[in-house]
């Protein structure tokens, strides 16, 4: 949840898996440590040999309940034009399908370069490698984590699942409650990196 609040959709996706399944899916839990792979939520609930089934499920409702509901969270449209106005590119990294993530971007009116889905932690790691990325934001100490593997500052927002002081133990360069101060620290980190070149 660095860029939408995807909680009230994911609720719903949850609450229809139950009812879809009959498998009892505490939604209200399930929402609070959102970040980690699906299979890793779905594999508390269902035994092991129903988890791949119970993954497809939810992911075929996930369109009809997930999307409308996720809103941008605050700051998230500054933040983005920030990067741009750089300029730079955008690469949107997430542990969500590609196809899934590309619905959310289009309902909440959001473009990005590059998308990359269905990686996390170490994953995530090595797709900032691979892009040659500068800086990376996220709400999971995973993130916080991925960015420090690849080398590269990473902000951490308290919109996720983790605090403040867990995303600063796992690396986060600075922290914040939102995407609102983003444009001023990125511009903050240009203007010291121009100085520092000696241009």
Known sequence: MTLLDTRPGIHAAFRAL?????????AD???SRLGPPLRQEIAE????????????????????????PSIPLPGAKAALAAVLQVPAEIAIITSK??????LHLAHSGITADHL??????AGKAQVLRDIGAALYVGDHVADMQAGTLAGIPVVGVTTGPCSAAEL?????TAVFADLRP???????????GRADSGD
């Open 116 to 121: 990359y889905g269905d990686v996390f932690h």
């Open 29 to 31: 839990l399930a929402v």
């Open 97 to 102: 399908l590609g196809r899934l993530a590309e």
């Open 168 to 172: 600063q133990a796992a690396g986060a």
């Open 182 to 192: 983003f444009p001023a620290f990125l511009q903050g980190m240009i203007s010291v």
């Open 45 to 68: 609930w269902f035994p092991p040999d129903q988890v791949e089934e119970a993954v497809r499920i939810y992911r075929a409702l996930y369109p009809d309940y997930a999307i409308t």
């Open 18 to 26: 139950t009812e879809r399944t009959g498998v009892h899916v505490d």
